[in-house]
């Protein structure tokens, strides 16, 4: 059975479309299709059938189109591939029957091509991608939110392959055979500034410079009525190149490495270089690698003339950032200007590690929003995915940074050691500012790292950082109940909170006082006004994990993350350990649970805390406690639960050898 979503949506059995001729079963079986793998709720259905409110019967009627999809792909032989699950519905299918997971390996595989300067192989990959789409893309669906924001995602997708696939042939040489493509799409794409740039250069190299300048005009005219902008800073150098006949291979060329211009701007083959222009007044460009003082006259921080602009690569912060104010004062003050780094001989560097949903991430880049005036030679930005079982190659963010710093693809050399050596020389005696989101070790930051103590490093993490000597930990922990209820105001507006205040701080208790917990809970209070808070907090106390999700963000993912970083043997305890009191227990008492003795427990509490999957609770007696946070014994629980119900007799039993570190047996589940 095939599935298709890049046009019309189709389900074929045997080649023959059986997919449901009635909108809104069409509706649910392209949401499914788009989430494969994964359970839709049924609240985001139903909000996606009637964005406009549902009616009384939502669910029933819900409930009856997944009868008639299940009993369509039943009568084709599909067996049980759509499922139900708690709280929503699994298609089951594999990634190779999705004509979407075929078109993005394709491209995955073409742009590494091109990167690597196989453009032959490039363009024909990317040509037989392009070729799968078959219209719009759900082009027969009607679309409710998430639809619509899938569609959408879909479409850029395919805008990007194809101008990877118009840079490829340009490589080639295939400017001839490209104009009338491109002519065409920026007739229907009049603001498109890459497409524009991309026939001024077809049309250059075919020998058509007046056509090119016309082409800008053109542009330059729609942007400043429509929008009231001017072209982009190098759509600009492109146009001055043509004006000045520079050519196409190096258009900004007066003596230093080539900025990097527009993509398929290097020509195929090389012209001869042009006879000798008088050097222009302005100052002379910041060398890429070795940085350069500023000219006279020149502010620190300000890019020479023909310099790149210093990067400034930081996600938007969040608007309604709250709380946190003494961890905020404390890193302030600990990033002194530029005065105050004389004597430091070490770069600066905060970790932010936490739980899970405890807000290390916005945190962070709400501090750098904070710092970066103190760094004016930039900000750069990476997510190193530490915690989802499948992080960053550190060679490809390596060689981002080089690039946003000014390096041109020819100076970047090929390996990790070579490309952090670089990027320590280029560093180099600049004030920049380094966000690494998401580390999982200290073995993925060192390449990362800068050098010099005028730069800066904040780093987010969910194990504490060992290992790293000089680092600032910044354990981060659950919000206060007055912060709490301070964002749920925010999201809800103060009023209706006031109305129930008691409520209201139950509800930041329920939710561990995470803040990606309150989110979730503050959204779903808004999008339902006459829902009184008290049945909000009895919804969550019935199901708390089910409830705490926002689109594709669910906490109980990011618990799934932590968890699967455990060894078997942690994960047994970890689930066992949900059984004792909620108020903490001791290292005795979790040997008794186990049938360990303290010092073999010992460590694999330690651990856990490591991860904050655990909480060390301080007591005054010089007695070590330890306690889960509401939302994770609500997870702990959960997951002793389902060992239970799958396999009861692969369950250690207390004293048993198999519980012991190092006995050799596995602790299921």
């Known amino acids: 059975m095939d599935f298709r979503v890049l046009g019309p949506a189709e389900v074929l059995a045997n080649g023959r479309n059986i997919i449901p001729s009635a909108p809104k079963p069409r509706q649910v079986i392209s949401l499914l299709i788009l989430r494969r793998n994964t359970v839709v709720r049924t609240d985001e259905l139903i909000d996606e059938l009637w ?32 499922g139900t699950r708690p709280g929503g519905y699994l298609l089951a299918v594999p990634d190779s029957a999705i004509d979407l997971h075929r078109f993005e390996q394709d491209v995955t595989t073409g ?21 799968m789409w078959r219209g719009q893309a759900l082009a027969d669906v009607e679309q409710g939110p998430l639809l619509s924001s899938y569609a959408t995602r879909l479409e850029e997708l395919r805008s990007r392959t194809l101008e990877l696939r118009i840079e490829a042939d340009l490589r080639l040489g295939r400017h001839r055979e490209l104009i009338s493509e491109l002519k065409s799409l920026v007739l229907t794409h009049q603001l498109h500034e890459h497409l524009h740039a991309s026939l001024m250069i077809a049309l250059y190299r075919s020998g058509r410079r007046y056509e090119a300048l016309e082409v800008y005009q053109t542009l330059r005219g729609n942007m400043i009525e429509d929008l009231g902008l001017e072209p982009g800073r190098e759509l600009k150098r492109l146009h001055q190149a043509l004006l000045t006949d520079s050519p196409p291979g190096q ?50 921080g300000e890019p020479p003339a023909g310099a790149l602009a210093p990067p400034a690569q930081l996600p938007p912060d969040i608007a309604d950032f709250t709380g946190r104010k003494r961890i905020i004062n404390e890193v302030l003050a600990g990033f002194a200007p530029e005065e105050g780094a004389a004597a430091r001989t070490a770069t600066p560097i905060v970790v ?17 929003h904070r710092l970066r005036r103190r760094f004016p030679d930039g900000q750069l930005y990476a997510e190193l995915r ?22 041109t693809e020819a100076q970047i050399p090929e390996g990790a050691e070579e490309r952090a050596a ?14 690494l989101d998401d580390a999982a070790r200290p073995a993925d930051l060192w390449p990362l790292l800068p050098g010099d103590p005028r730069c800066a490093v904040v780093v987010t993490s969910r194990p504490r950082p060992h290992g790293m000597a000089g680092v600032r930990d910044l354990g981060l922990d659950a919000m206060t109940p007055a912060e709490g209820v301070e964002l749920l105001a925010h999201m809800t507006g103060r009023d209706r909170l006031e109305q129930a205040p008691h409520a209201a701080r139950r509800l930041v208790g329920l939710g561990g006082g995470l803040p990606f917990a309150l989110r979730c809970i503050g959204s779903r209070i808004a999008m339902m006004p006459g829902l009184a808070l008290d049945e909000v907090a009895g919804q969550l106390e019935r199901a708390p994990l089910d409830l705490l999700r926002i689109g594709d963000l669910d906490i109980r993912a990011a618990y799934d993350a932590g968890y699967d970083r455990l060894r078997p043997m942690e994960q047994g305890v970890f689930r066992l350990l949900s059984m004792l009191p909620e108020g903490g227990f001791t290292t005795e008492e979790a040997a008794g649970l186990l049938g360990w003795e303290p010092d073999g427990v010992r460590p694999v509490l330690e651990r856990l805390a490591d991860g904050h999957l655990i909480v060390v609770v301080p007591r005054g007696d010089g007695e070590i406690r330890y306690r889960f946070p509401t939302l994770t014994l609500a997870y702990a629980r959960e997951r002793l639960t389902s060992t239970l119900a799958r396999v009861p007799q692969e369950l250690p039993v207390p004293g048993h050898e198999s519980v012991r570190p190092g006995g050799g047996e596995r602790i299921a589940g």
């Open 386 to 407: 530490g915690s989802t079982g499948a992080p960053r190659e550190v060679t490809g963010i390596l060689r981002g940074f080089l690039r946003a710093l000014g390096a």
């Open 111 to 131: 742009q590494e091509l091109l990167e690597a300067g196989e453009p032959v192989e490039a363009a024909r990959i990317m040509s037989g991608a392009l070729a």
């Open 422 to 435: 670089l990027l320590r020389s280029m560093t180099a005696g600049r004030r920049l500012l380094m966000v």
């Open 251 to 300: 258009p900004f060329d007066h003596g230093e490495p080539a900025t990097p211009g527009p993509p398929g701007l290097d020509a195929p083959a090389p012209r001869p270089a042009p006879a000798p222009r008088p050097a222009p007044a302005a100052p002379a460009p910041r060398a890429r690698v070795e940085p350069a003082p500023p000219a006279a006259g020149q502010a620190r």
């Open 51 to 82: 964005e406009g409110g549902p009616p009384v019967s939502a669910m029933t009627t819900l409930q009856t189109y997944i009868y008639k999809l299940r009993k369509i792909l039943l009568d084709h032989g599909a067996e049980e591939i759509l």
């Open 352 to 368: 932010i590690s936490g739980m899970p949903g405890v807000g290390k991430t916005a945190l962070a880049i709400h501090l750098a």
